[in-house]
């Protein structure tokens, strides 16, 4: 089984922080997202990679940044922390080919205080 | 650019009654369609998913949906829930298998 860890289940962070998520997948898998998932507005692509060292803007980066330097590693940037930044946060992975599903990490819900 | 919507945000239901929850996208020459679900305080996990051929899929859990291209949509069925079943349902679309577009989600509550 594909496994997914998120180094943090729960986080709590003070605003003007630079905050760290990590992730790791087990798989080999050349992409990796990460995603906010917010009630009613369901999960929004900040950042994804295709491989190692590659990295493209989602719908919602700002505030954020990622770093690929390992293909089994991404990690979620908070530049400086602010409180509309709580949230869940989930990262997933899948094979680069076409078609195939992603595999969600449990999650690492964030407060910013 | 693609879009998902679940018309539905909650839907409670009895256990042992059958259920429905509700998946349309915008219109699109091909799609690739998934449902996924999250249980409280976990990540989302794959229930099924369309890519070509037969238009009914049946996933995991008992769960099936329905590739309509007509109506655009690929609704998520149960004939019967179980208290188990109650979690948050998202519904996503591909236009490229390559970037994934998720709807809103839909919580189902199954009640006794």
């Known amino acids: 089984d594909v496994k997914v860890t998120q180094s943090s289940r729960y986080l709590v962070k003070r605003t003007g922080e630079k905050v760290f998520l990590e992730c790791v997948q087990d798989?080999?898998?050349?992409?990796m997202f990460w995603y906010r998932q917010d009630p009613g507005l369901g999960l929004r692509l900040i950042y994804f990679?295709?491989?190692?060292?590659?990295?493209e803007k989602g719908d919602i980066p700002e505030g954020y940044s990622v770093s690929r330097e390992k293909k089994e590693r991404f990690s979620l940037i908070l530049e400086s922390a602010s409180t509309n930044q709580t949230s869940m946060y989930l990262c997933?992975?899948?094979?680069?080919?076409?078609?195939?599903?992603?595999?969600f990490g449990d999650g690492t819900r964030l407060s910013i205080l | 650019a693609q879009s998902v919507t679940q018309l539905d945000s909650q839907v409670p239901v009895f256990e042992e009654a059958p259920v429905e929850l509700r998946c349309n996208y915008s219109s699109s020459v091909s799609v690739y369609l998934f449902w996924y679900v999250q249980y409280p305080n976990q990540g989302l996990q794959l229930l099924l998913k369309y890519l070509s051929g037969s238009t009914l899929v049946k996933g995991i859990n008992g769960f099936e949906a329905e590739f309509n291209k007509s109506q655009t949509s690929f609704h998520l069925r149960k004939p019967s829930v179980h208290i188990s079943d109650t979690a948050e349902y998202f519904c996503?679309?591909?236009?490229?298998?390559?970037?994934?577009?998720f709807g809103p989600g839909t919580r189902l509550s199954v009640l006794p």
């Open positions: 997933a992975s899948r094979v680069g080919q076409d078609n195939q599903p992603q595999h």
């Open positions: 798989m080999d898998h050349e992409n």
């Open positions: 990679s295709y491989d190692v060292k590659m990295k």
């Open positions: 996503a679309v591909s236009d490229d298998g390559q970037n994934f577009v």
